[in-house]
């Protein structure tokens, strides 16, 4: 089978996509991952030797339109061939830009896709020619994925005959050692506007000065990064805030973490989150669409929040901070909670929906010593 995505960058799909992949090969399977960046680009989560990765060297960039249209038949193109050389049982895409180049790509190949959806198909924006174009080439795909019921239910009634919904699994990077009691309330994501770290930002200010041993770090890299800097040093927050970029090692920021903030403007799913609470740190989230109502059960295993009140998020900050006994208890059934979201059973969902769609053929999904895809 192949996956097929951007870049094998730090983010939500990518590690998705690579545990996936790995999973895979562990068990027998044979699977390929393409993406569109440049050959020899180093993937940020670890790759197992078995599974091959081809990137095709053609990734977009901002450009007029005529140039925008010529990038997205190179790419298809490129995929194409790509696909004709490997012939894989199946196409699992990822991300709705590449889903639609993915569609267009095994046009006429007899490849089923599966296009995934990663994110709030709703709240998510795109151009007029995106949503065009998604709307003609996903019902020649084989398949839909979301992460939630609501984001499934964006799409039209006979897109939903033959969708799956698949939360991300739980995954904490390994050998890691809790080093609580810094009072570190951390935040993790892209330096975008959809994660809402200037929102963040506004409300830790409110509660700052009442907690002058709390410190805010926001991990992560992105566009935004310069005006969250300036928002940062405007509301008097240099001294408190840190935003030391990525982790070095894929998750590994849950070691020093002693209180977790979502803040999203909105999400497909919120995987951090949900390490977060694996982890055993008190979360607080808004509850914006999709993800963080799914995972959370307000007051038991964390706080959920309107979404965009920064008074709220400001309250449930100044709460969780100011109450050690608050933060053991929802740590310890936020644990509980994650387990939910355990690797086996989510690669078992995903292996169902594979096997459907490769059904017609002669191979069958390996099963291998665990039930799983």
């Known amino acids: 089978m ?8 730090a983010g939500g799909s990518e590690r998705i996509v690579s545990g996936l992949a790995n999973h895979w090969a562990s068990i027998g399977g044979k699977v390929t991952i393409v993406t569109f960046e440049p050959p020899g680009t180093e993937p940020y989560y670890p790759i197992d030797e078995r599974v091959e990765l081809v990137q095709l060297g053609v990734r977009a960039t901002a450009a007029p339109l005529v140039i925008s249209i010529w990038q997205v038949v190179r790419r298809a193109k490129a995929l194409r061939n790509a696909l004709k050389r490997i012939r894989p049982d199946v196409v699992v895409s990822f991300l709705t830009k590449i889903n ?4 267009v790509a095994a046009a006429g190949l007899d490849i089923p896709v599966i296009v995934s959806e990663r994110n709030n198909p709703e709240a998510q924006r795109f151009n007029a020619i995106w949503n065009w174009a998604r709307k003609k080439a996903y019902p020649h795909a084989f398949g839909l994925i979301t ?3 609501g984001a499934g239910c964006f799409f039209p009634a006979y897109m939903r005959k033959r969708l799956w919904v698949i939360p991300n699994p739980v995954r904490l990077p390994e050998k890691w050692t809790p080093q609580r009691g810094g009072n570190n309330l951390v935040a993790v994501g892209r330096l975008v506007d959809q994660k809402g770290f200037d ?29 969250l800097e300036a928002l940062r040093d405007e509301l008097g927050l240099a001294e408190r805030v840190r935003m030391p970029g990525v982790t070095e090692r894929p998750g590994i920021w849950i070691e020093t973490a002693d209180i977790f903030v979502l803040s999203s403007r909105y999400e497909g799913w919120g995987i951090v989150l949900l390490e977060a609470m694996a982890a055993g740190l008190p979360v607080v989230s808004f509850n914006c669409e999709w993800g963080p109502g799914d995972m959370i059960t307000d007051g038991v295993d964390g706080l959920l929040v309107p979404a965009l009140d920064v008074d709220a998020l400001a309250e449930a900050l100044e709460k969780l901070m100011g109450d050690a006994e608050l933060r053991e208890r929802l740590a310890r059934e936020a644990a509980r909670s994650a387990a939910r979201f355990a690797l086996d059973r ?28």
């Open 147 to 149: 992460m939630t019921e």
């Open 199 to 227: 929102l963040l930002l506004e409300a830790f200010s409110r509660v700052a000065p009442s907690f002058p041993d709390w410190t805010l770090t926001i991990r992560g890299e992105g566009p935004l990064r310069g005006e």
């Open 2 to 9: 192949v996956f097929v995505l951007p870049g094998l960058i």
């Open 346 to 373: 989510i690669n078992e969902l995903w292996r169902e929906a594979v096997q459907t769609a490769i059904d017609g053929g002669n191979m069958r999904v390996p099963s291998g010593g665990t039930r799983g895809a």
């Open 100 to 103: 639609v180049v993915s569609v």
